[in-house]
């Protein structure tokens, strides 16, 4: 069963630091782009953060409301991708989910939720004092 699993979210202060995990089952998630997705309460999905496929050099993106803050990465070997974030706010809060797009929809733009056929079940991620 091919299945994308989320983990790592909680509540923490702002200006504290989480990592979000990514790990696949029954397929490999290198050969494949990843995006991170957010939604908060009342609002739609919104792209957060992309790593291309090994094919186009694990090239990353983010939105502009986390550029510099969040940092996506890959681990082959535990077939995982990460998204590491560092001075959280409260408006980051929101159930974040991860997605695995095939590399024909290489030209899909990373943000844009129709490039993904595999989508976790989400984590939920609370900043608040």
């Known amino acids: 069963q091919l299945q994308l699993v989320e983990s790592g979210g909680g509540l923490v202060q702002p200006g504290e630091s989480l990592r979000l995990s990514c790990t696949a089952s029954?397929?490999?998630?290198?050969?494949?782009?990843i995006g991170w997705f957010r939604q908060a309460p009342g609002r739609g999905r919104e792209g957060v953060s992309g790593i291309s496929s090994r094919s186009f050099s694990g090239r990353t993106n983010y939105a502009d409301s986390v550029k510099g803050r969040f940092i996506i990465s890959r681990d082959n070997a535990k077939n995982t991708v990460y998204l590491q974030m560092n001075s959280l706010k409260p408006e980051d809060t929101a159930v974040y989910y991860c997605a695995a797009g095939p590399a024909a929809n290489w030209h899909i733009p990373w943000h844009a939720e129709p490039k993904y056929v595999y989508w976790g079940q989400g984590t939920q991620v609370t900043v608040s004092s």
């Open positions: 029954g397929f490999t998630l290198d050969s494949y782009d």
